[in-house]
């Protein structure tokens, strides 16, 4: 297993705080593929090329099992170190570089889908150092984000904006605090849904997941800030949990349908998890795509495939054998 440094477990974690642990996925992971009999050998990394490649010589592993999300504190490093395994020739889990590299780009990846007539939201980026000019075709109110983070990095009550002024304020902000372009997007008011898929070639699309805020009060926006992401008060507060969404048979088979096709548009491969809105008027929208997204035990993407009656050992163990099947040389 591929890991980075802080988020290598403690040898004995008797004791500590199992849920809250920062930790935890590495720790469901590892404990959950030795009681299958896995041998599992983990190396903690943060910039270190060489003991990695050291470390694949002497252990010459199966497979590497990557929990990797950026390198040598580089965000989009984390589909070069995929391209290093797959240089070296090692079989590894989760997505392939190229899939990385789409999926990463929040306007390329929506170019590409627009292209095939997958509903996103309307938008333009603004490059820093660009002055804010809004088209035609979008109208107040829009959300700002940075066009690379992930995990909600940088979203706010305040990225959602009502008018030039405070459009022009966020851009600025994301442009001098995280140092990337920023996007800016249509709003989307409406509910907040996830979609598990697994697969290379042949798909599996998990149950439909649905985040609802109940506690948020009417004056806040409700979407999945970085304090709502990271901070389970802020969730307690907010009454934020998710669950299998509740809609008509026709909607669930249109967003598991849209899904698929994003995985596929995008080179997605091993396992993602697609982010869309339901806006009030019943018309889906995909936000973005999340290559390798958070498999602790007890998470969203492990319930929603409990729910298709896919046990957590054997959604890691399909992780591993759609890893193994990898072909870096497809070039379709
Ligand atoms: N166009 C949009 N309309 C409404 N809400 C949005 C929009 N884009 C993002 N959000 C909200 O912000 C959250 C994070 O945005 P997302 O594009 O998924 O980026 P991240 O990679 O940080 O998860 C979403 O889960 C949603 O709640
Ligand atoms: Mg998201």
């Given amino acids: 297993m591929l890991a980075h440094k802080h988020l290598v477990p403690p040898t004995d974690p008797s004791g500590i705080d199992l ?11 590892i404990v959950t ?12 990394v943060d910039d270190d090329l060489l003991k990695i490649h050291q470390t694949l010589a002497r252990l010459q592993p199966n497979i590497v099992f990557n929990l990797m999300e950026s390198f040598d504190g580089v965000t989009t490093f984390d ?7 797959e240089l070296l020739r090692v079989p590894y889990t989760g997505c392939n570089p190229r899939g990385m590299t789409l999926a990463r780009d929040k306007s390329l990846s929506k170019k590409l889908l627009a292209y095939h007539k997958i509903p996103v939201p309307e938008f333009f980026v603004v490059r820093p150092g660009q002055k804010v ?37 966020r851009v600025q902000f994301i442009h001098n605090t995280l140092e990337t372009s920023a996007i800016v997007e249509q709003f989307i008011d409406g509910r907040e849904l996830y979609v598990g898929v697994i697969g290379n070639e042949k798909l599996q699309v998990l149950p439909v997941w649905e985040m609802v805020f109940r506690r948020m009060p ?13 901070s389970a008060k802020h969730q307690k507060k907010y009454g934020v949990t998710t669950y299998q969404a509740r809609l008509p048979n026709k909607t669930i088979d249109h967003i598991q349908h849209l899904a698929k096709q994003v995985y596929q548009v995008l080179s997605l491969s091993g396992y993602a998890r697609i982010d869309l809105r339901l806006d009030r008027q019943g018309r889906v929208f995909v936000l973005e795509a999340n290559p390798n997204p958070n498999l602790s035990y007890g998470e969203d993407f492990a319930e929603s495939a409990e729910k298709a009656k896919i046990s957590y050992e054997d959604l890691l163990e399909r992780i591993i054998q759609l890893g193994l099947k990898w072909d870096p040389e497809r070039t379709s």
């Fill in 19 to 29: 849920v809250n642990a920062e930790w935890k996925m590495e720790y469901d992971i």
């Fill in 33 to 44: 593929l030795q009681e299958q009999g896995h041998k599992v050998e983990l190396l903690g």
């Fill in 79 to 85: 589909q070069n170190l995929v391209s290093y395994l």
């Fill in 133 to 169: 000019a809004v088209p035609k075709n979008l109208t107040f109110p829009l959300i700002v984000k940075s066009l690379f983070y992930e995990a909600s990095v940088g979203i706010s009550q305040a990225s959602v904006v009502k008018n030039i002024n405070q459009l022009k304020n």
């Fill in 218 to 230: 009417d004056n806040r926006w409700r979407i999945a800030t970085e304090q709502i992401k990271s």
